[in-house]
């Protein structure tokens, strides 16, 4: 019995956490991209993270997500941002621009790409 009883305890110990689970690392900040989403470039991102896991924020870029800037005229856009931050990824929905998906590859780096009208675009930004 307390064999099964330590098998039991080193299985649970040994298990790492479900890929779903909030992470422990804050996005809090203002990040940073240069890539290009579509028609949009220059991305930055102003998160908060209220709560373990949940993302609030705001996106703003040079350009506009509709392609509507009149040639040589300055133009920009900029929504709303809602997302995760989860073991195995982070999942951003930046209104309107699309759903960044990637991972947090070190304290100020998220890698991945943002789907925006069927398409795929890497993106890196850096806090």
Not at 19 to 30: A, I, K, V
Not at 52 to 69: E, H, Q
Request: with cysteine; aromatic share 6%.
């Amino acid at each position: 019995m307390l064999l099964l009883a330590i098998a039991a305890l080193v299985s649970t110990i040994g298990c790492g956490r479900e890929p779903t689970e909030p992470s422990r690392s804050d996005l809090t900040g203002h990040w940073q991209s240069y890539d290009v989403d579509l028609y949009i470039r220059s991305m930055e991102l102003e998160l908060v993270q209220p709560s373990p896991g949940i993302i609030v924020g705001k996106w703003r870029a040079l350009g506009r997500t509709d392609n509507a800037c009149t040639p040589g005229v300055f133009c920009a856009d900029s929504s709303i941002v809602t997302g995760r931050n989860e073991v195995a990824q982070v999942v951003l929905e930046l209104l309107g621009a699309g759903t960044f998906v990637g991972v947090l590859a070190s304290r100020d780096s998220l890698n991945g790409i943002i789907r925006s009208s069927g398409m795929n675009f890497h993106v890196a930004f850096k806090r």
